[in-house]
């Protein structure tokens, strides 16, 4: 079989050069539409019922909603685990089911059940709601909207949340990929009836009444239509409330024939709504900002771009003085991520190529054989298309090129040194001579070389079997290097036997290569050291019985991570108050932190910005004596004050604690939400 496909391509060279066009094609327009990321995403299946009570105490809502959420949930199938967080005024449930379930029927099964839940909840005690269809890498664009200082004093943080709420988040809706904009930081607008007891008291009317006039004054209504001189005449009624003018000629009853009006007992303005959640940045107090949050199984780069081009559509729509302003924005560490990998892999394709060239001797032939590198990712990219893995650089960054060529090589290497045979030396062969030359190399070397190929495939069978976020991690990887080595696979029993019989001639003297002198060269360092080997077997054994026994004991004692740690580029810090500690306090204390690192880290330090509590959607149920402080830093070469990260945080940490008051605890972005996603908590380790 192996001898008869080498055979077929060798004779059939047009064919062969065709299909390679056809893999070249293929594999770049897979390459450029395969879902890129940072890391894989290793957010279990999840998902988050999110019940706010504005009114209601800690233990109420862990008695009449998270209680009946959990009961109702519990006898879903495969549900792996549920845990909740009770607070005031909020309840996150959080069911966890198994990874086959898909996205939509978990949900579904959900939804069926909270019919029944929400009857089991007492009338005014809140609703419960599914969190949007997203995951810890969902988060993939923060921004703030930021004022110029001509503007400062034109807007308050009540108008720049109206203007997030009412423009920004309405005009981000349609951009595909988003399932979400989580809005934070201000004061949402109000507006407030407050009544003067002693009017109310001396016109004998309730405040209940108040309540149902407001009410029943505040809605527009239809009354079909009636049909006059040959034309319909549509019948509305308006009775929407636009204004305080409007609320304030609302009619509450009618005494001895004289309307009551609100005016009569009450003072109409603007107020706010209660916050359970601030927003602060660069040391300057309140602001305001929004996430982006991507839909489950999307492509972040492509969303990230649509969201890129609508910013910059809705920015053009925005007041005077107010900008849009990204400060984490996921596409920067994609293109750093992706840079590296590409950075990696080429130089160890210029290193493979190198070596090849030098010490095969033979420019045609080193060629030949790092050629297959670039066809081999391509084809890896053509399966990673079908099979939806996406590129990251855990998938990207495992594949080994030394592996990859092995089988090239030693064809390469076999052709050339039948044609280095005296009686081919200064020889001028045909294309026939030449093809059964390739045929006699190829089939040597791979009756015995695909066998070594087929078991380093079966190698990480394995590993297609982990479950939960050891899978999720490891799968992408063990599979992109498996197609890789599949590509190779193919190629060498047809593109490389194909490409020796066209391009390797035989040298014209005889005559000894650099290569083959740095061969002679490490041939003669190493001969003596085996014969010895072989001499004193037994020492050699005692030797490594040492080394192995010496190297577990050493093993044993090491420290361990499940994946090594990602350099984010940015850092995230907790910013941990006394339980209990109220929301302005919080407020305060995380403007004091900004400040004074802003102040002794100036060219470290972009800009610090810091979420308190929760945002309108609490997928993240912080409390309101906890902040998640987001710093991102400058590039390190313009950093002055600290030599790397390590310096950098060891220096963050020591003027974090000349605050009073204040616990704190370093990450990063994205490991933060990992660990809050999967666990429950935002540290490592707890």
């Known amino acids: 079989m192996i001898n008869k496909i080498i055979e077929f391509s060798i004779k ?16 770049i327009y897979s390459m450029k539409n395969i879902p890129l990321d940072v890391s894989p995403d290793i957010t279990n299946n999840q998902v988050q019922i999110i019940t706010v009570a504005p009114n209601l105490g800690t233990e109420d809502i862990e008695q009449f909603i998270t209680y009946q959420v959990e009961l109702g949930l519990s006898n879903l199938p495969k549900v792996d685990e549920i845990r909740s967080v009770s607070r005031f005024g909020l309840s996150v449930v959080t069911i966890v089911f198994d990874d086959d379930m898909g996205t939509y029927l978990p949900r579904q099964l959900v939804s ?7 009857e089991n909840i007492p009338e005014g005690f809140g609703e419960p709601t599914m ?68 009017r109310l008291k001396s016109m004998n009317i309730s405040i209940k009444e108040i309540f149902e006039a407001v009410n029943n004054n505040n809605q527009n209504t239809g009354g079909a239509y009636i049909e006059k001189n040959k034309k319909v005449n549509y019948i509305r009624g308006e009775g929407l409330a636009r204004n305080i003018v409007d609320i304030n000629n609302i009619v509450i009853k009618t005494i001895n024939g004289s309307p009551v009006f609100v005016r009569d007992i009450a003072e109409v303005h603007f107020g706010k709504a209660i916050r359970y959640g601030a927003f602060t ?33 809705i920015q053009k729509s925005l007041p005077e003085g107010i900008t849009i ?79 990859l060529i092995d089988g090239a090589v030693i064809i390469v290497e076999s052709m050339i040194f039948y044609l280095h045979k005296k009686n081919y030396i200064g020889v001028k062969l045909s294309q026939k001579e030449k093809d059964e030359l390739a045929y006699k190399s190829s089939s040597t070397m791979m009756n015995s070389a695909f066998f070594g190929q087929i078991i380093i495939m079966v190698v990480f069978i394995p590993i297609m079997f982990l479950g939960g976020i050891e899978g999720k991690m490891f799968k992408p990887m063990a599979m992109t290097f498996g197609f890789a080595v599949l590509g190779v696979l193919i190629l060498c029993l047809t593109y490389i036997p194909m490409m020796c019989s066209l391009f390797i001639n035989a040298p014209k003297k ?6 083959s002198k740095i061969v002679r060269a490490i041939e003669n360092f190493y001969r003596p050291i085996v014969i010895w080997a072989l001499d004193h077997s037994k020492t050699i054994i ?81 409390p309101m004596d906890i902040g998640d402080c987001f710093i991102i830093l400058n590039p390190i070469d313009e950093w002055t004050s600290a030599t790397d990260k390590k310096d950098l945080l060891q220096k ?35």
């Open 281 to 313: 940045r660069n040391g300057e107090g309140g602001a305001v900002g929004g996430i982006v949050m991507m839909l489950k199984g999307a492509n972040s780069n492509e969303v990230i771009s649509d969201v890129k081009d609508r910013m910059s559509q």
């Open 131 to 198: 969190s949007p269809i997203s995951t810890g890498l969902g988060e993939i664009y923060q921004y703030v909207l930021e004022v110029d200082k001509a503007h400062k004093n034109q807007y308050d943080s009540k108008q720049l949340r109206t203007i997030q709420d009412w423009i920004v988040k309405r005009q981000m809706a349609m951009t595909p990929g988003v399932v979400e904009i989580n809005s934070f930081g201000g004061d949402i607008k109000q507006y407030e009836v407050a009544i003067d007891p002693e």
């Open 542 to 622: 005692a030797i490594s019985l040492i080394l192995l026994i010496g190297s577990g004991v050493l093993f044993s004692r090491m420290g361990g991570e499940f994946i090594p740690q990602l350099d984010e580029g940015n850092l995230a810090m907790h910013i941990l108050m006394k339980p209990g500690t109220s929301l302005s306090e919080t407020e305060n204390a995380s403007t004091k932190v900004e400040k004074a690192l802003m102040n002794k880290f100036p060219d470290e330090i972009n800009s610090i910005q810091t979420r308190i509590g929760v945002a309108d959607i609490p997928t993240d149920p912080m």
């Open 325 to 403: 302003v990204p400060f984490l924005d996921r596409s920067e560490m994609i293109v750093k991520t992706t840079s590296t990998v590409v950075e990696n892999l080429t130089l160890g394709a210029l290193i493979v190529i190198f070596v090849l060239i030098v010490i095969l001797g033979n420019v045609r032939g080193g060629l030949i054989v790092a050629s297959t590198i670039p066809l081999a990712l391509l084809f890896a990219f053509i399966m990673m298309y079908f099979f939806d893995v996406w590129a990251n650089l855990m998938s990207l960054g495992a594949i080994d090129f030394g592996i």
């Open 510 to 515: 005889q005559k000894e290569t650099f290569g």
């Open 12 to 27: 059939n060279k047009l064919f062969i050069g065709l299909m390679v066009l056809v893999l070249i094609v293929g594999g």
């Open 112 to 118: 069926e059940a909270l019919t029944e839940i929400k």
């Open 652 to 686: 963050m940490k020591v003027v974090v604690n000349t605050i009073p008051g204040i616990n704190y605890e370093f990450s990063q972005p994205i490991e933060m939400r990992y660990n809050e996603l999967l666990t429950g908590i935002r540290e490592d380790l707890a």
